[in-house]
């Protein structure tokens, strides 16, 4: 079956460190560019960031409120990606999905797959 | 504040026509495709549409996609009481070199 299953969410105090996981099953996870993408307590969708594929450079962007404390990596051989946060702020606080790209730089690229998420609290 | 712009909230009878509209500037929407999201009351985001127009295998053609200028719009016809969720739209944007989405909007099947 295809699928992300996240993990690794909780209550973490400001100023704290978490790291998340997403484990992926059913495709080439080596291919693939995988990406975070939060959302706050009845809140919208907010992109976090994404890694390219090692053969692609494997190389990593973020969104302005977490660039510089959060670091997305990932383990081909494990077929797990993960997101390492560190400075935790209040404004952290969200369901965090890792979700693939698909599509192509000529049709445009989209979020194709979508793990159910894992709950991070922010909270002293 | 979101990047895109969608309106909270939409509603419609079962058999009904709705639109749910997606508006940006030029570093998002007018140079890039839009994509369309359904989110489910406690489930993970679903592709809904992708390339502005396109729907995955699987999507029902009641949902169409559109886009012109810097403003996109997701139509949903004949409405059926299980297409009531979050639908969120998004883009990549060049200026920003990231995804921004919308803010969504709950759609109410009455």
């Known amino acids: 079956e295809v699928q992300l299953v996240e993990s690794g969410g909780g209550l973490v105090k400001p100023g704290g460190s978490l790291r998340l996981s997403c484990a992926a099953s059913g495709f080439t996870f080596s291919n693939a560019w995988m990406n975070w993408v939060r959302q706050a307590p009845g809140k919208g969708l907010e992109w976090v960031g994404r890694i390219k594929s090692e053969t692609d450079g494997g190389t990593t962007d973020y969104a302005a409120p977490v660039n510089g404390r959060f670091t997305i990596s990932r383990d081909d051989s494990k077929n797990t990606l993960y997101l390492q946060m560190n400075s935790l702020k209040t404004e952290d606080t969200a369901v965090y999905h890792c979700?693939?790209?698909?599509?192509?730089?000529?049709?445009?690229?989209?979020?194709?797959?979508w793990g159910r998420g894992t709950l991070v609290t922010v909270s002293s | 504040q979101s990047v895109l712009t969608q309106p909270p909230s939409a509603s419609g009878t079962p058999g009904q026509r709705v639109t749910i509209s997606c508006s940006g500037s030029s570093s998002n929407i007018g140079s890039n495709t839009v994509n369309w999201y359904q989110q489910l009351p406690g489930t993970a985001p679903k592709l809904l549409i992708y390339s502005n127009n396109r729907r995955p295998s699987g999507v029902p053609d009641r949902f169409s996609g559109s886009k012109s200028g810097t403003s996109a719009s997701l139509a949903i016809s004949g409405l059926q009481p299980e297409d009531e969720a979050d639908y969120f739209c998004a883009a990549w944007d060049d200026s920003l070199s990231g995804w921004v989405f919308g803010g969504g909007t709950k759609l109410t099947v009455l």
């Open positions: 979700a693939t790209y698909g599509g192509s730089y000529s049709s445009g690229w989209y979020f194709d797959l």
